[in-house]
């Protein structure tokens, strides 16, 4: 291979790897179709354009969000260079000038030596080349057509996603461990049983929940497949104990009797440190299902690293067709990053595309990749887009539950995460040095 990368797409992803490649001497082909064309969701000309909010979430460490944002920083993070010079006040979360963080990152962009920008929509991947396609969860037309004919596996859906909680905030004094019928081993699910009385209350305030809205460009043509619980509650009181919350083929061991409604809990990773809303696909707005589903017992404590969510969202199968470099697995050419991978959130988006231009790089240089710790935010967003043990893969972003931390026994979650955070900071130093 030459010293020669294309990278597809100009959002937060493709520039960190256009930046990161040519930082290093690396000739960089950027194919960008704006302002040629634009997708539903993008209103402005500049590259790496903030779509929705202009928050990159919190800055201090002992958070998901500012562990992320840390090791990022070590990593030479253009998004977050301009970040830092586009902020504006917002309390403990980093929040910027969106047009001004947009504007800086393009600058920096075009007017790098090492950098070609190509206004033009692709259509075809290219051969025998290194490419990093970064297209974001609205690619379609024959680029979509040409990445599902490569993958096979390609995803793309107007997606309605269920909550994940943390196991360890799940009040087990609540629940029960019980495969329905008994079938399967007795530890696949978490059990959250209510009585009649906890179920109405349940039910009252979700019929009565506020939805986010909808944008015109996600608004979804089939609603059965993946229905909403809260569409699904107000076809009636029952209609949820006949679908995702029915009691049949348990007993919980508490009371001897059968449950009046009973919510399961999957696993979601092979480490049984999260777990999914069995059926609880929703679009009520964020806070409303912190309060609302809290009103489960089980659920009383929980913590939610992930919301549902209900937009359309293209991803490819990563933990089937990515190793843990964003590299396809059948190619030695492609790499994904940003939200197609399955990454969600902006600086989740970026991070995938430093570490798929530190993998081109590499390999390019005739390098040992770099292999991330997976005690790290990065490496373990990293292996659980690429960590081919789930039944059903959702994207997901930055949170504590999937860093490994058995050996953390600090009560208090604060200080526990401060010390994950110090122990992430160390490790990623020690394998980048610094």
């Not at 047009?99 to 962009?109: A, L, M, N, R, W």
């Not at 930055?398 to 009560?411: L, R, S």
Request: net charge neutral.
């Amino acid at each position: 291979m030459k010293n020669k990368v294309t990278v597809i797409g100009a959002g937060l992803a493709g520039c960190e790897a256009a930046y990161y490649l040519a930082q290093k001497g690396i000739e960089v082909t950027l194919f960008e179709q704006k302002p040629v064309k634009k997708s539903p969701a993008h209103h402005i000309d500049s590259f790496a354009e903030l779509v929705c909010s202009n928050s990159l979430k919190a800055k201090r460490i002992n958070s998901a969000g500012g562990l992320l944002k840390a090791e990022m920083r070590l990593l030479g993070s253009i998004c977050l260079e301009s970040a830092d010079k586009c902020e504006v006040p917002a309390g403990g979360a980093l929040a910027v000038n969106r047009y001004d963080f947009s504007e800086y990152i393009t600058e920096k962009i075009k007017n790098h030596k090492n950098i070609t920008v190509i206004n033009k929509e692709v259509t075809q991947i290219p051969d025998n080349e290194p490419v990093v396609i970064a297209t974001g969860p609205l690619t379609e037309g024959e680029f979509a057509k040409s990445i599902s004919n490569l993958t096979g596996d390609y995803l793309s859906f107007f997606d309605a996603a269920a909550p994940i909680v943390t196991a360890e905030s799940i009040d087990m004094d609540s629940a029960f461990l019980q495969s329905r019928y008994d079938r399967g081993d007795s530890d696949d699910y978490i059990n959250c049983p209510m009585n009649k009385e906890e179920y109405e209350l349940f039910y009252n305030n979700l019929v009565e929940a506020q939805s986010a809205e909808i944008h015109s460009f996600d608004k979804p043509t089939v609603y059965e497949g993946c229905m909403p619980i809260e569409i699904m509650a107000k076809r009636g009181a029952d209609t949820m104990r006949f679908g995702p919350l029915k009691p049949v083929g348990l007993t919980n061991p508490k009371t001897g009797h059968r449950p009046w409604a009973n919510l399961q809990l999957r696993k979601e990773n092979k480490e049984a440190s999260l777990y999914n809303l069995v059926g609880f696909q929703t679009n009520l707005k964020f806070g409303e299902q912190k309060r609302v589903f809290s009103l489960i017992p089980a659920l009383k404590n929980a913590e939610f690293v992930r919301y549902g969510v209900m937009h359309r969202n293209s991803f490819i199968n990563s933990p089937k067709l990515l190793d843990n470099h964003f590299k396809l697995k059948s190619k030695e050419n492609i790499w994904f990053a940003g939200q197609i991978t399955g990454v969600e959130g902006y600086m989740e988006s970026a991070m995938s595309g430093i570490i798929a231009a530190i993998s081109v790089y590499r390999l390019l240089k005739g390098e040992k990749q770099l292999e991330l710790p997976n005690t790290t935010m990065c490496g373990a967003l990293t292996t659980y887009i690429s960590t081919d043990d789930k039944k059903d893969f959702q994207p997901m972003g930055a949170n504590f539950g999937i860093i490994p931390h058995e050996d953390v026994k600090i009560k208090n979650k604060q200080e526990r995460y401060s010390k994950i955070a110090e122990k992430a900071i160390k490790d990623l130093k020690s394998v980048i040095g610094g």
